[in-house]
């Protein structure tokens, strides 16, 4: 403040100037260095703040590896604070049930990829089990060394479990089989997908059904005392009782097989088993008959040339599995002649045969013949061009999703060699299509599909055998909720 200049004291006045000058320029100096200090430490706070954000940060990321959060649920702590692997699923100490890695189904890819792993071990050292060649008897070397290196990418709490454990994993995995096949069975067809599912948790699935509800009466006047009591009604019960049907499927390979040899025909071989077990459930869905005399002439009927020319219409049939739409349409008068009306308004007039509420409520669906969609349906004249139908006309986009609101289901077990009586007797060219109530249908699941590999030793050859117990039914037993429209022409 007072630079290099002299200030002149001649007085006590100058002296009382000078002195508040000082004590002014002391309140502001230390002012200022206070200011100075605060901010120095909000700065200080502000950087503590920010490492400590840094530091969280960096925590989400290594927690957020690709399944970290997925395989969280799959590491329990042993009694001595030991934290493993759960590889198969169990109940712990409390009988709660605790999920597994390599038997859960998730929707991780690096889950996945690990449960594709062991799936191809496991069968890899059953089918060279008990083999001569340059690798150990049941042994999977290759398969190993994939293993070890998807664990390499493992999520944190995975990776640091075997890091910390030993510098290879695969031989803590247990020889069990993931349910890779589960999942590709949902995408396999669209029918079965359709359906509600409901766990069976026995082979035998007792339903209640209310078939007789209460009923209101006339409130009687009043003429005098003691009036006569208020008309009562009784409710009537009944019980469906489902019961889970197994389908089967075998292959066989030959002994001689080598490790190379079998992953290489394991993308094929699981492919052909979750067809085969596809296929037969949808053709049953559409096509069974649970009667010991088939409604079919299954004994010559081989759909759409899928199940070749031995083993057809015998006991083990697919095809007797459960009763199926068509013949449950039939067995309740719900069939229709729909030769002579092959346009909209016949689907409409045949949609009326349906008994209350007709699928008003959105749950009806149309599973159809491609010969019937492709020659007719498209040509509708309703839906076939743009004024009347807009941009998804069939002239335009080629297909059609809905119709009358209902969604169109496309499957080849709706086949096109029916007779006019719109069952397969071996002759003619006829199809039709199914309109279904599906709310009124479920798909009872007591096991879904499982794969087992075994050698047989007095043969020299792996059996593969792929299994699945359902039960397809209807929650109604004499209702009109299907209706089965035949003698349709296929071109």
Request: hydrophobic share 35%; charged share 25%; net charge negative.
């Amino acid at each position: 403040m007072f630079e290099n200049n002299e200030e002149e004291i001649a007085t006590a006045e100058d002296a009382k100037r000078v002195i508040s000058q000082i004590v002014t320029e002391q309140k502001r100096l230390s002012s200022e260095n206070r200011s100075l200090a605060e901010n120095l430490d909000a700065k200080v706070a502000d950087l503590k703040v920010a490492h400590k954000a840094l530091a969280e940060a960096q925590n989400r990321v290594n927690n957020s590896d690709p399944g970290s959060v997925a395989v969280r649920d799959f590491i329990r702590t042993r009694d001595d604070g030991t934290p493993v692997v759960r590889w198969a699923s169990g109940t712990d100490e409390n009988d709660d049930f605790q999920p597994g890695l390599i038997d859960t189904p998730s929707d991780d890819l690096w889950v996945q990829k690990m449960q594709e792993l062991v799936s191809q071990r496991t069968m890899v050292r059953a089918m060279t089990r008990g083999k001569s060649h340059r690798a150990a008897p049941g042994d999977s070397p290759q398969t190993d060394r994939a293993i070890n290196r998807h664990l390499e990418s493992a999520p944190a709490p995975i990776r640091k479990l075997f890091s910390d454990a030993s510098t290879t994993g695969a031989e803590f995995i247990p020889d069990l089989l993931s349910p890779t096949l589960e999942r590709e069975l949902r995408d396999a067809r669209r029918v079965e997908a359709l359906f509600q599912t409901v766990p069976m948790s026995g082979k035998e699935l007792r339903i209640p059904f209310l078939s007789t509800e209460l009923r209101p009466y006339k409130k009687v006047a009043i003429t005098g005392d003691d009036p006569a009591q208020y008309t009562s009604s009784t409710i009537v019960t009944a019980q469906r009782s489902i019961t889970a049907t197994g389908l089967a499927v075998r292959a066989q390979l030959d002994e001689d097989t080598t490790e190379d040899s079998v992953i290489a025909g394991l993308p094929l071989h699981r492919s052909l088993l979750v067809e085969a077990i596809v296929d037969g459930v949808e053709d049953c869905i559409i096509n069974g008959d649970s009667a010991a005399s088939h409604q079919d002439t299954i004994a010559s009927w081989n759909a759409r040339s899928r199940w070749g020319s031995s083993g057809l219409g015998g006991a083990g049939d697919h095809r007797r599995c459960w009763l199926g739409l068509r013949a449950y349409a039939a067995d309740n008068s719900a069939t229709v002649d729909g030769s002579g009306a092959e346009t909209l308004a016949g689907i409409l007039s045949d949609r009326s045969q349906l008994d209350s509420p007709h699928g008003t409520a959105g749950d009806l669906v149309m599973i159809v013949s491609p010969e019937y969609y492709l020659a007719k349906m498209l040509d509708f004249e309703e839906i076939q061009t743009i004024d009347k139908f807009g941009p998804s006309a069939s002239v335009v986009s080629g297909s059609v999703s809905k119709i009358a609101g209902m969604p169109v289901i496309l499957s080849e077990f709706v086949t096109a060699d029916l007779h006019t009586s719109g069952l397969f007797t071996g002759s003619l060219s006829k199809t039709g299509y199914l309109l279904v109530n599906r709310n009124r249908w479920k798909m009872g699941v007591r096991r879904q599909a499982l794969v087992e590999v075994d050698k047989d030793i007095t043969r020299g050859v792996i059996n593969c055998v792929s299994t699945v117990r359902k039960a397809f039914f209807s929650i109604d037993s004499t209702k009109k909720n299907v209706v089965w429209s035949y003698n349709h022409s296929s071109s």
